[in-house]
């Protein structure tokens, strides 16, 4: 009886819940709200995801029970078509420029009323373009037919629509589905984008992510940011755009980034954008010769003819490239039949290709290289178009920018530490002079581990080696939240490092990485406690295990600082430091000007 009387209660709740979602279809009792989805490079809003919420105070607000129940109750597509609808009129944005991410189950795709042009009247009325709108592919259910999928987001792609593939990295089917439907954004699940700047497995992962998007043009957006370090931390990575709270809650009003989190955004791609390489694609810069985009097929030609050695020739309108026409390409269409009667006298914006590779003179080789070789084969080897301001400054072949970049690769190898990849003692000595040589306020500060030698002793070199990696991680990621752009971090060998910082708070740097350090060091001592170490000199130490020491040096500004009292008072302070137990931290001012 206990059975049947429960069974008859759960029977009622499934009739009430079915009937809430009718009721909710019939009166359209959903409404839609907006997240921002901010660029990770200038801090400007790329768009807003629409997200359904249901009736204020009901069971059904939330979007995860609403659209759950309504797929077990067999109203998922006119539900998911209602969103649609939905999220379009209340776009408040629709008169702007940013585009509209819609959310659309995978299982929306077999919906028969899914395909007719629906959409495209409600974005008429609201007077917006197809190319403001990404379909953003969601996993309430996996796609079980991936070539009928393509057949139906083609028809889409061709009105202008884009896709989006959300929650990559959560499983197999979002992989399989950036594989076959070749998205234009990839959404990354906010699973990966916690905490990763301090998880060496979700790190590698998006940097994963980031390579093969850049190869395939595709753009990634990084939700549930919510914490500042997540945000710093994939800026610096190169991850294109961020969602999250910390940037911005679902709302029906316009979002405002606030200035300083847009300062910290432009300061942290700097760093990205100039990591790796010093040399800047203006360093390559050939002249080319130009022609006007009206200027005749035949005046091309003729100058390819007289110059044999000349690869290609840029197109303008007003000193603006607009076009690229490579040699070899000009002549296999002239060679076809009656090529020349045809094309003669033609202009040349007539088959010039009219979406070269145009880049900023102070854009980085790395960065021109990735976008250069991620093109179609057939451009594979076109020249690259360089501008100053916009305007025509000249153009630099691939063999040229592949030789740069295996240049600098190979000096950065020479120098660098092979175990932490960090610059080595050449280049610190060249960046300490030339922050002297620029005579501004800047600190140094040397950093070493203290009971190292007890430590790897008795774990072994490869326990000490990770031990090492991690000093140098802890290091990177405190300049990440407490420098400036530009700040320098060196390796000088064994447990030693350097970072030279023009951070005005050199001291909270400090204890950022003293605070980042003792939090993960215990991690490696696999569960011990330990109650003793001993010193270089065999000497028993009564402390809980390895801790950090750092001397700060800050210079200021005057022209009286030399390499030699930096070192003097670094082996001062570092002195000073082994007297005491337990990470810390002793700063001494020096040049500093009498009155």
Same mark, same amino acid.
């Given at each position: 009886?206990?059975?049947?009387?429960?069974?008859?209660?759960?029977?009622?709740?499934?009739?009430?819940?079915?009937?809430?979602?009718?009721?909710?279809?019939?009166?359209?009792?959903?409404?839609?709200?907006?997240?921002?989805?901010?660029?990770?490079?200038?801090?400007?809003?790329?768009?807003?995801?629409?997200?359904?919420?249901?009736?204020?105070?009901?069971?059904?607000?939330?979007?995860?029970?609403?659209?759950?129940?309504?797929?077990?109750?067999?109203?998922?597509?006119?539900?998911?078509?209602?969103?649609?609808?939905? @999220? +379009?009129?209340? %776009? !408040?944005?629709?008169?702007?420029?940013? &585009?509209?991410?819609?959310? #659309?189950?995978?299982? =929306?795709? *077999?919906?028969?009323?899914?395909?007719?042009?629906?959409?495209?009247?409600?974005?008429?009325?609201?007077?917006?373009?197809?190319?403001?709108?990404?379909?953003?592919?969601?996993?309430?259910?996996?796609?079980?037919?991936?070539?009928?999928?393509?057949?139906?987001?083609?028809?889409?792609?061709?009105?202008?629509?884009?896709?989006?593939?959300?929650?990559?990295?959560?499983?197999?089917?979002?992989?399989?589905?950036?594989?076959?439907?070749?998205?234009?954004?990839?959404?990354?699940?906010?699973?990966?984008?916690?905490?990763?700047?301090?998880?060496?497995?979700?790190? @590698? +992962?998006?940097? %994963? !992510?980031?390579?093969?998007?850049?190869? &395939?043009?595709?753009?990634? #957006?990084?939700?549930? =940011?919510? *914490?500042?370090?997540?945000?710093?931390?994939?800026?610096?990575?190169?991850?294109?755009?961020?969602?999250?709270?910390?940037?911005?809650?679902?709302?029906?009003?316009?979002?405002?980034?606030?200035?300083?989190?847009?300062?910290?955004?432009?300061?942290?791609?700097?760093?990205?954008?100039?990591?790796?390489?010093?040399?800047?694609?203006?360093?390559?810069?050939?002249?080319?010769?130009?022609?006007?985009?009206?200027?005749?097929?035949?005046?091309?030609?003729?100058?390819?003819?007289?110059?044999?050695?000349?690869?290609?020739?840029?197109?303008?309108?007003?000193?603006?490239?607009?076009?690229?026409?490579?040699?070899?390409?000009?002549?296999?269409?002239?060679?076809?039949?009656?090529?020349?009667?045809?094309?003669?006298?033609?202009?040349?914006?007539?088959?010039?290709?009219?979406?070269?590779?145009?880049?900023?003179?102070?854009?980085?080789?790395?960065?021109?290289?990735?976008?250069?070789?991620?093109?179609?084969?057939?451009?594979?080897?076109?020249?690259?178009?360089?501008?100053?301001?916009?305007?025509?400054?000249?153009?630099?072949?691939?063999?040229?920018?592949?030789?740069?970049?295996?240049?600098?690769?190979?000096?950065?190898?020479?120098?660098?530490?092979?175990?932490?990849?960090?610059?080595?003692?050449?280049?610190?000595?060249?960046?300490?002079?030339?922050?002297?040589?620029?005579?501004?306020?800047?600190?140094?500060?040397?950093?070493?581990?203290?009971?190292?030698?007890?430590?790897?002793?008795?774990?072994?070199?490869?326990?000490?080696?990770?031990?090492?990696?991690?000093?140098?991680?802890?290091?990177?990621?405190?300049?990440?939240?407490?420098?400036?752009?530009?700040?320098?971090?060196?390796?000088?060998?064994?447990?030693?490092?350097?970072?030279?910082?023009?951070?005005?708070?050199?001291?909270?740097?400090?204890?950022?990485?003293?605070?980042?350090?003792?939090?993960?060091?215990?991690?490696?001592?696999?569960?011990?406690?330990?109650?003793?170490?001993?010193?270089?000199?065999?000497?028993?130490?009564?402390?809980?295990?390895?801790?950090?020491?750092?001397?700060?040096?800050?210079?200021?500004?005057?022209?009286?600082?030399?390499?030699?009292?930096?070192?003097?008072?670094?082996?001062?302070?570092?002195?000073?430091?082994?007297?005491?137990?337990?990470?810390?931290?002793?700063?001494?001012?020096?040049?500093?000007?009498?009155?």
């Amino acid at each position: 009886m206990a059975d049947i009387h429960m069974n008859s209660i759960v029977h009622e709740d499934k009739t009430y819940l079915q009937n809430e979602i009718q009721e909710i279809l019939r009166h359209k009792m959903i409404h839609s709200v907006y997240q921002p989805i901010i660029s990770l490079k200038n801090g400007s809003i790329l768009g807003y995801e629409a997200l359904t919420r249901g009736p204020h105070n009901h069971p059904f607000h939330s979007p995860l029970p609403l659209f759950t129940y309504a797929d077990e109750a067999g109203q998922l597509y006119p539900l998911d078509r209602l969103a649609r609808e939905k @999220a +379009i009129q209340g %776009a !408040f944005f629709a008169s702007g420029e940013e &585009l509209l991410f819609i959310n #659309i189950s995978a299982a =929306i795709l *077999h919906d028969p009323q899914f395909v007719p042009g629906r959409t495209l009247e409600l974005l008429e009325a609201q007077g917006m373009n197809p190319d403001r709108i990404v379909f953003e592919i969601t996993e309430r259910s996996s796609i079980e037919d991936f070539s009928m999928a393509k057949r139906l987001l083609m028809h889409y792609r061709n009105q202008g629509y884009r896709i989006a593939i959300d929650d990559a990295g959560a499983g197999y089917s979002s992989l399989q589905a950036i594989a076959e439907l070749h998205p234009d954004f990839i959404k990354v699940d906010r699973s990966l984008v916690q905490g990763v700047q301090s998880n060496k497995t979700k790190e @590698a +992962i998006l940097e %994963a !992510f980031v390579s093969f998007t850049q190869k &395939l043009n595709i753009e990634i #957006i990084a939700e549930g =940011i919510e *914490h500042l370090d997540e945000l710093l931390y994939l800026t610096r990575m190169g991850v294109h755009y961020g969602q999250g709270y910390l940037l911005g809650r679902p709302s029906v009003e316009k979002a405002v980034v606030g200035p300083d989190l847009i300062d910290h955004i432009v300061q942290q791609r700097k760093i990205h954008d100039t990591a790796g390489s010093t040399w800047s694609i203006g360093d390559l810069i050939n002249p080319i010769r130009t022609f006007d985009c009206k200027a005749l097929i035949s005046e091309v030609a003729n100058y390819f003819k007289t110059h044999v050695d000349a690869p290609g020739a840029v197109i303008v309108s007003k000193d603006v490239p607009v076009g690229l026409m490579m040699r070899e390409r000009l002549f296999q269409q002239l060679a076809g039949q009656y090529g020349f009667s045809l094309f003669w006298n033609r202009t040349i914006d007539q088959v010039m290709d009219a979406q070269p590779l145009i880049v900023d003179q102070h854009m980085p080789v790395e960065t021109v290289s990735q976008l250069a070789t991620s093109r179609d084969i057939h451009n594979l080897y076109d020249l690259v178009i360089i501008t100053n301001e916009g305007k025509m400054a000249g153009a630099s072949s691939i063999r040229a920018i592949l030789e740069c970049i295996t240049n600098a690769r190979m000096e950065s190898a020479k120098v660098a530490s092979p175990l932490t990849g960090l610059p080595g003692n050449i280049q610190i000595h060249r960046e300490l002079n030339k922050r002297l040589m620029e005579k501004k306020r800047f600190s140094v500060i040397y950093a070493d581990l203290d009971y190292f030698k007890w430590f790897n002793d008795r774990y072994g070199f490869q326990k000490g080696d990770q031990l090492i990696q991690y000093t140098a991680d802890v290091i990177q990621q405190s300049i990440v939240v407490c420098g400036k752009p530009f700040d320098f971090v060196g390796h000088i060998g064994g447990d030693d490092f350097i970072a030279i910082t023009s951070t005005v708070d050199p001291e909270r740097l400090c204890r950022e990485i003293i605070r980042r350090f003792d939090q993960g060091v215990r991690l490696f001592y696999e569960g011990d406690d330990w109650y003793y170490v001993e010193d270089r000199g065999g000497n028993r130490i009564e402390t809980s295990g390895v801790t950090i020491s750092l001397s700060l040096i800050i210079c200021e500004l005057a022209d009286a600082v030399t390499l030699e009292q930096i070192s003097q008072a670094s082996a001062k302070l570092k002195k000073l430091s082994k007297g005491y137990l337990g990470s810390i931290v002793h700063c001494e001012n020096i040049g500093i000007e009498n009155p």
